[in-house]
């Protein structure tokens, strides 16, 4: 179902079917918050234009436009991975790398032993046989394949064999398609844990144990630890898996070739590069990518260039 933004004007009645116009942005479950923020903003600013946001794990956002052929002119992914593997270049040109984020473990104070828990003995208390924790779906969900990710640096961190699997193997049961929905398990006590963005944590007010940065997939100087890890997910057809690799965490965003309103799209990624945009992001605990990334930069829309002259004149 599309989750609608309707922030009409009070002279909205009068506007002309010629100045309406309809965005489409599929997005990263991760995403919700911020970019419905953004995208009311971004609203009030634009009367004529209505946003219909669609949140799902990123993985899915993509398959919707290779596989369902869904109408949509934003794609908004947790990973730019996945839009550089499965849109570029057949159905979108180029990629911004616009934000960043860290995995952790959420929980709340009424979790079991969370005045126990801390970042050296997370591992133990979760193996704990009256401990529930969950974690998303590696095939749906950049979150739930970089908590895999997480589970393998974590045995080398901390020099524990076996652990990757320990931690994979316990309460599959409580998987779910994209990180966002843990936060109702979570909140209905369903479990005690789960491994998360740091950004969905502090959303939701929840407390959270922060990891080494060797495993939680924040420092990009340690990019070449975290490449040592990788894992199969579902790729662009059924019954074909890809190869997934450590990196460190960083979020994109693209216009697809084909978007029905492409120059709309631009307006707004525009919106949403600009200091008032990226101040959304902070203000929701999620850290700016400092300098944004394009790839390729001689594709982008000439709007979006000033983004990356600084970047072009070194």
């Known amino acids: 179902m599309l989750l609608a933004i309707l922030l009409r004007p009070s002279n909205s009645s009068v506007q002309s ?19 419905k923020q ?8 634009n009367p004529g234009t209505k946003i219909y946001l669609e949140s799902s794990g990123s993985l899915v956002c993509a398959r919707k436009v290779t596989e369902l052929k869904k109408p949509c002119d934003i794609v908004a992914s947790a990973d730019y991975f996945i839009i550089n593997e499965l849109l570029i270049p057949d159905y979108a040109s180029w990629s911004i790398r616009f934000a960043t984020n860290e995995i952790v473990i959420a929980y709340q104070e009424k979790s079991k032993y969370s005045r126990e828990i801390n970042s050296d003995n997370w591992m133990d208390i979760l193996q704990r046989k009256d401990v529930i924790y969950s974690r ?8 739930g394949y970089r908590t895999v990710f997480t589970y393998k640096l974590a045995e080398k961190y ?16 409580y998987i779910r398609p994209k990180e966002v929905d ?3 398990l979570l909140e209905s006590n369903a479990i005690d844990y789960m491994f998360q963005y740091k ?20 420092d990009p100087s340690k990019n070449d630890l975290y490449s040592s890890v990788s894992t199969y997910v579902d790729g662009s057809k059924p019954g ?19 978007a029905p309103q492409k120059e709309e799209a631009v307006n707004f990624i525009d919106f949403m590069l600009s200091p008032e945009g990226m101040g959304i992001f902070r203000k929701n605990g999620q850290k700016p990518l400092v300098p944004l990334i394009a790839e390729p930069v001689m594709k982008l829309p000439p709007k979006l260039l000033k983004y990356f002259a600084k970047a072009d004149k070194n």
Do not use: W
């Not at 901390?158 to 049961?173: F, H, I, Q, T, V």
């Open 17 to 35: 079917p010629a100045q309406h116009k309809e965005l489409i942005i599929f997005h990263a479950g991760s995403l919700s918050v911020p970019i």
């Open 38 to 45: 953004i995208a009311q903003e971004y609203e009030k600013r």
């Open 136 to 143: 998303s779906d590696p095939d749906s969900d950049p979150c």
């Open 158 to 173: 901390y020099k524990k064999p076996g652990l990757a699997e320990k931690m994979s193997s316990k309460n599959r049961e």
């Open 182 to 184: 843990l936060v109702a």
């Open 199 to 218: 950004s969905v944590a502090i959303q939701h007010g929840l407390k959270f144990i922060e990891l080494p940065k060797e495993i939680n997939l924040s």
């Open 240 to 258: 074909i898996k890809m190869k997934v690799t450590g990196d460190y965490i960083n979020y994109s965003i693209t216009i697809l070739d084909n």
